[in-house]
């Protein structure tokens, strides 16, 4: 009886969104906790490098993978099992094809540095990443979000757990090989794990004499980026535009630096995720379903994500400075940190205004406005130039600046053409 009540509690939406949202808090915690223990038990240089694979990590996948998931998750929406599986069937065979070149690649290169292990191991972070954050789209666009965050939080916080119970008792663990060789963990697990849910699945398919014969590999591909080439630009350009700042400050400012930056960054990031997790995600299957439907409540659904999003982004910005500045000061107690906190405050305001672009990016997104969406992206990669001036001009007010004069510009072209229709 026991067991039942408790079945049928876990089966509501009410519980399901609470415990998501837990998952994703905990997640938050759980990285942000990774950042201050390499900050203050290893080093910023330590620090500035996970950032840099971090953000590898996001760049590759965009661009190898062709934009294809973006499309193939955005018509899963509306698709049978079979047509999603058969689709992603081919992906499969795409990434497999892709990834073995550069695994390859990264093996001979470590050869000639002599880490044959480093490099490897860093080249299967980006293939998990790839790979494990293309299904947690899917399942997000299949109104699947407690399975999608549970892997998530497997990919992105079980494993960090581990490795720092693990250092903090052994300090030889403390080294970056560790560290990358505890997250390839981490996605080998999330890749079976989201294989068994999925277990039920039509992956092989089955078809009858009157089905169409399959297509080749090239020509599906071909297809599908016809349909994808515009996200798929529109990604490079993003990507480009967010992650780029990592690299320049360590090629004019060097690790440590980037390590700073980074330490900032990464709350940032995990605050964006979970407004992404408890907000974004789940009203983007709404928006795309209700556009096509032609549903009055599209306008509506707009609406609220954009008030909860705002609303959310303000408190949070408003409690993470004063806790971010008592940590800085009290736990990791670097002076670097503390001598640069000033920037963190123009972050802030960066992530705000990055959370309302966002929104409206998401309603064209369901609007299947490519093209515009690659607009704004073009923008904000054009004025993301700046940076290569401001950055050695200004140290790290450069790499902050730029963002806001940025986002500013996006956000009021963006509102011109919403206007049309709120």
Excluded at 138 to 163: D, E, G, Q, Y
Excluded at 176 to 196: H, N, P, R, Y
Excluded at 249 to 263: A, C, H, N, P, R
């Amino acid at each position: 009886m026991i067991l039942m009540n408790l079945h049928s509690l876990l089966q509501e939406k009410s519980v399901h969104s609470l415990i998501i949202m837990a998952l994703r808090g905990t997640s938050l915690v759980v990285k942000f906790s990774l950042t201050l223990f390499i900050a203050r038990f290893m080093s910023f240089e330590d620090l500035g490098f996970y950032g840099l694979i971090s953000a590898a990590s996001i760049v590759a996948p965009g661009l190898l993978g062709l934009g294809l998931m973006l499309t193939v998750s955005r018509k899963a929406v509306t698709q049978t099992l079979e047509e999603i599986t058969e689709n992603l069937n081919y992906y499969r065979r795409f990434l497999l094809l892709i990834y073995t070149v550069i695994l390859t690649i990264s093996f001979l290169v470590g050869i000639a540095l002599n880490q044959p292990f480093f490099t490897l191991i860093i080249a299967l972070v980006i293939f998990f990443e790839h790979i494990n954050n293309d299904l947690y789209s899917l399942l997000l666009n299949l109104s699947k979000p407690f399975t999608a965050n549970l892997l998530h939080f497997i990919r992105t916080a079980a494993w960090m757990i581990v490795f720092m119970a693990l250092s903090f008792v052994y300090p030889s663990l403390r080294t970056l090989e560790v560290l990358f060789s505890g997250w390839v963990c981490g996605g080998i697990i999330t890749l079976f794990m989201f294989f068994w849910v999925t277990r039920d699945w039509p992956w092989k398919p089955s078809r009858s004499s009157s089905s169409p014969p399959p297509i080749t590999l090239i020509s599906w591909v071909t297809s599908e980026f016809r349909q994808a080439r515009l996200v798929y630009i529109n990604t490079l350009v993003n990507t480009a535009s967010q992650y780029l700042n990592h690299f320049l400050v360590t090629l004019f400012l060097g690790l440590e630096m980037t390590g700073v930056y980074v330490y900032f960054m990464q709350i940032v990031t995990a605050l964006s995720n979970l407004i992404n997790t408890g907000i974004l995600q789940l009203a983007r299957p709404q928006l795309v379903r209700a556009y096509k439907e032609n549903d009055p409540a599209y306008r509506s659904i707009y609406l609220s994500c954009m008030k909860n999003t705002t609303i959310t982004a303000l408190l949070m910005a408003g409690v993470a400075g004063p806790i971010m500045y008592f940590i800085t000061v009290y736990v990791v107690d670097k002076p670097l940190a503390i001598e640069w906190f000033s920037v963190f405050w123009c972050i802030l305001l960066i992530f705000v205004l990055a959370m309302i672009i966002q929104v409206n990016t998401l309603a064209f997104y369901s609007q299947h406005r490519d093209n515009l969406i690659l607009k704004f992206g073009l923008v904000g990669f054009a004025g993301g130039g700046f940076n290569i001036i401001l950055i050695p001009w200004l140290n790290l007010w450069g790499a902050v600046l730029a963002p806001v004069f940025i986002c500013s510009i996006v956000l009021v072209w963006q509102y011109k053409h919403i206007k049309k229709w709120v």
